[in-house]
């Protein structure tokens, strides 16, 4: 692939998991009349008298609304998204990096589906801009993932048809 490409993909690959380390500092969801905590402090500072209001709020249309249910939307994806970063700027725009951007879009849209506190939903309604923000962020990094692929297969696609033209020639 050409380098002026590998380069604003590579760029985009780094953006993704930067942006949605970002948006979880903003506040996540909006009682009506003040915003909650963000998912960083709910997660990291689960004790804190503010976070316990969040939850209370939450239980409101979740009942079963626990911390520990964030683990696997939260802490998986910060570590994985630090990982993607990582490969980015040592590997800048490899297809492994591609990949691993995909898995990792795919894996965050799907476990902020899934958890019920992230989904959209009840809750959703009194959301801020960050789980908006969040998942932008993971499918961003599967629609670079896939151009990424689709040129790949553009270009390999253009080489057997050179190779096949110079079969033919002999």
Known sequence: MQKRKATWMMYAFVA?????????????????TQYL????SMFWYPELEANQQALEFIGLFHWW???????GALLITQLLGLFLILTSLILKGNGV?????GGWGLYGIISFL???SLAFSRVHAHGGVASYIMLASFLGAV???????FRVYKAYKKNLAVYNASLQAQ
């Open 37 to 40: 905590p963000s998912l960083w």
């Open 143 to 149: 629609v670079v993932a896939g151009l990424y692929f």
């Open 97 to 101: 990096v591609a990949f691993i951007g």
């Open 16 to 32: 993704a998991p930067v942006l949605f380390l970002a948006a979880q500092f903003l506040p996540f969801y909006h009682s009506g």
């Open 65 to 71: 609304i626990r911390v520990n249910d964030l683990v």
């Open 114 to 116: 899934v958890t019920p």
